[in-house]
Nanobody, 125 residues
Framework: QVQLVESGGGEVQVGGSLRLSCAAS????????MGWFRQAPGKEREFVGA????????DYVDSVKGRFTISKDSAKNMVYLQMNNLKIEDTAIYYC??????????????????WGQGTQVTVSS
């Protein structure tokens, strides 16, 4: 059973930066992909970005491209989400997630088998 624990959330002003961390248990990096999602109040959980376990390739939703960067440290079983130039609309609970090793998709919440508890990010003006 893969366990994921996010940290690093908080409140930041518009234009500021935060780095979220996801501590993963052993076996998490056998996943096809590790993803970050977010859910704002009253909205569905949405894909933010993902990094593929086998290769250091990433993909992002258009709204965060150029501002957010996902990286991983396999030796430490950590995945990171660096968020720069934050906007009000980035306010949400951010979740780390892992797919199964056999998943061939990564964009949908249904692609992921394991989820963290989430960490709140609030961007204020």
């Amino acid at each position: 059973q893969v366990q994921l624990v996010e940290s690093g959330g908080g409140e930041v002003q518009v234009g500021g930066s935060l780095r979220l961390s996801c501590a993963a248990s052993e076996g998490a990096f056998s996943a096809y992909a590790m993803g970050w999602f977010r859910q704002a109040p009253g909205k569905e959980r949405e894909f933010v970005g993902a990094i593929f376990s086998r290769y250091d390739v990433t993909d992002y939703v258009d709204s965060v491209k150029g501002r957010f960067t996902i990286s991983k440290d396999s030796a430490k079983n950590m995945v990171y989400l660096q968020m720069n130039n934050l906007k009000i609309e980035d306010t949400a609970i951010y979740y780390c997630a892992a797919t199964s090793p056999y998943s061939g998709t990564y964009y949908y919440t249904s692609s992921y088998d394991f989820w963290g508890q989430g960490t709140q990010v609030t961007v204020s003006s």
